[in-house]
């Protein structure tokens, strides 16, 4: 995996972890090299990648870096759903440009771990995790949203 | 009209709280002006030319007289007593206090409104046509789908960073009074021959830099898909839009560079794969927010009305909509006066509204994309009493969709975007066609001024618009013909090259000059212009 | 000259650079010459103003600030559709020299 532990974060970088296995502690691969590769056990998307490509090896993946440059590239939002829709139980973990105002949306699309560039307000976080008591819609988090409790017999 | 339920208020709830502790901490420096704008502008503060303005959501132009009394309370407690409908059929509140805009919010939410998501690269609030629920012509009431829509938008998680703003307009209607196919979606709900309901979808029109009318996308989604369709439809957008250059991210240029075709098949496909993953709210869901939308209870009465003052008979003539019960008219409210600010009203004027809505209109009042107000349920015995009411307080002026009508975007008074100014402009105009008593002699005739171009002020789509561009640090217009936002949707063409406000002004006289030297029997300026041309009016400015 | 102006953190206000604070009239404003960039970045961190920046700007006959550009003559007063609401000044001039 010559240099991969260069792409990836490793699992101290990691601020918010919503599970209980043991995290990856191996880097990630880009796209290409896990389409190529048999394998490659971690992967990073790029905000210009396409999350599809890497549904066929989802069997084999632990664990899925979505990067975040800058966040107001919302690209990475749609590429944790399509894996989470496609099945995807693997640690889901964004990295990058990360600020207390996107937690809870990142959370609803399927990302279960949080490696923000800047350590966040741990306090202010945890207040953000719980923005939403409840929600319109339904996303990768499979929350019943507002309208399923409206409708509930 | 829709009420909050516990779910919607705790929601406008928690998101003023929210704001609330994102405000504080960009005032105690916890965050950077780039960190907190994009924060400020989910929740519609933006930082204008004066100070900082705020944009209050009225999601498909529906409110009530209890709102609108809330919303002159707002003016007069936060602001300088006054606000500015505009043509999203939002308010904007021109001097609001960063220390303040919390307190706004919260004050807003008690009447079951906000501002959420009226700015930034979101889902922005759904506009509807005027008329819903109240025009004769209409399939059915486009609102409750507008609603379902604007709960689906609201806190969206996959799409609050979009390449750009989206917006979205629900019409039922043949005619289109919400200039649906200059949107990023425009959705026409419509029955099919085995009279189930619809949703018609168009995507990638807009104005602005580069203004382009949506083609069809879809003919018919079955309104139990709509969701998802719609989820499908901005899931492409937010995977492929263009990022790399700002005037380049609208989904129309998406559409335009992969071509309708292309788009259409993306769009298919995620379509399919979410029907299979199952987010389309429960049907029951709709049921529930229709029947927030069931008719008032309309009374028979007389259906004629005592033309005998001839200033009444002409603002009925001019102001008034036909309804779908023959008893009731749907009346417009001008903001409009001659030579007044389009599209302001004062905190007196709004509570005059909400009362006239709360004595004679079924509580109902509605935003219009012109920059008007409506009263969509009068009954035509209390139309007499309605002018009255509205012709003291200077609501009266009888010029919808004449030359006085005139649609424009705050410019370079209030907006930090503006190249030039555009209200002076509609002042000068409406006051000049007033006193020659042309307004009456040209008819209909929908003047749209821009202060530059994001075309706030729809001038592409004017049968006559004007854009205010820079020349040097000088304030210039370029003058265009030919749009119109309507069901026969057109894109305006420049004449040529620009004038001053003098020589824009004259302008204007001359292209209606030429109308009226060549109109046929009937005609309207933009048919006149679109049987005879550019030529003739080039001529007559630049000859 | 070159002139600092931006607009207050907590209101919005328009506010002028006079030399050692923020003031609201731009006949306040003073000449930063080569500093701009220095007080710029001390204020903002400050937080006393909000997206400040430099301007050119001349002095009449009469010893009043003009801004070059009409967007910042149009920002000293006010809106020129609404002079009832403008910023009150000792300018005799009134909006002449605005458009
Ligand atoms: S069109 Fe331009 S000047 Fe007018 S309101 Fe929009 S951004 Fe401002």
Partial sequence: ?153 | MYRYDQYDQAMVEARVEEFRDQARRRLEGKLSEDQFKPLRLMNGLYLQLHAYMLRVAIPYGTLNSRQMEALAMIAEKYDRGYGHFTTRQNIQYNWIRLEDAADALADLASVEMHAIQTSGNCIRNISSDHFAGAAADEVIDPRPYAELLRQWSSFHPEFTYLPRKFKIAVIASEKDRAAMRLHDIGIRIVRNDAGEVGAQFYAGGGMGRTPMIAPLIRDFVPIDQMITYAEAALRVYNRYGRRDNKYKARIKILVHELGAEEYIRQVEEEFAHLLSVGVEPPREELARIAAHFTDPPFADGPKTIDRSDPDFALWVDRNTHRHKHDAYVSAVISLKPVGGIPGDATADQMRIVARLAKLYSFDELRVMHTQNLLLPHVAIKDLKAVWTALDAAGLGAPNMDTIEDIIACPGLDYCSLANARSIPLAQRISERFAETGRTDVVGELKLKISGCINACGHHHAGHIGILGVDKKGVENYQLSLGGSEAEDVSLAKITGPGFDEDGVIAAVEKVTDVYLAARADGERFLDTYRRIGMEPFKEALYG | MRILTGNDLRSGAVVWWNGSGWSLFVDDAVDVGDDAEEILAREEAARRVNVPYAIEASIDEAGHVRPAHIKDRVRALGPTVRRDLAVPTADKTGWDWVI
């Fill in chain 1, 1 to 153: 995996m010559g240099n991969a532990r260069d792409l990836g974060t490793s699992p101290d970088e990691v601020q918010f972890r919503f599970r209980d296995d043991e995290p990856v502690d191996h880097g990630t691969v880009t796209v290409d090299a896990c389409c190529d590769q048999t394998n490659a056990t971690a992967v990073r998307i790029e905000p210009g990648d396409d999350a599809r490509l890497i549904l066929p090896f989802l069997y084999r993946l632990a664990l899925v870096e979505v990067n975040f440059p800058v966040f107001g590239d919302g690209r990475g939002y749609s590429a944790a759903r399509i894996l989470r829709e496609a099945g995807f139980t693997g640690e889901l973990r964004a990295v990058g440009d990360i600020g207390i105002d996107q937690l809870s949306h990142m959370r609803r699309c399927g990302f279960d771990s949080f490696a923000p560039d800047k350590r966040l307000d741990e306090d202010a976080a945890r207040r953000a995790f719980a923005t939403w008591e409840n929600v319109y819609q339904r996303a990768a988090d499979a929350r019943r949203t507002i309208a399923d409790k409206r409708h509930e017999a």
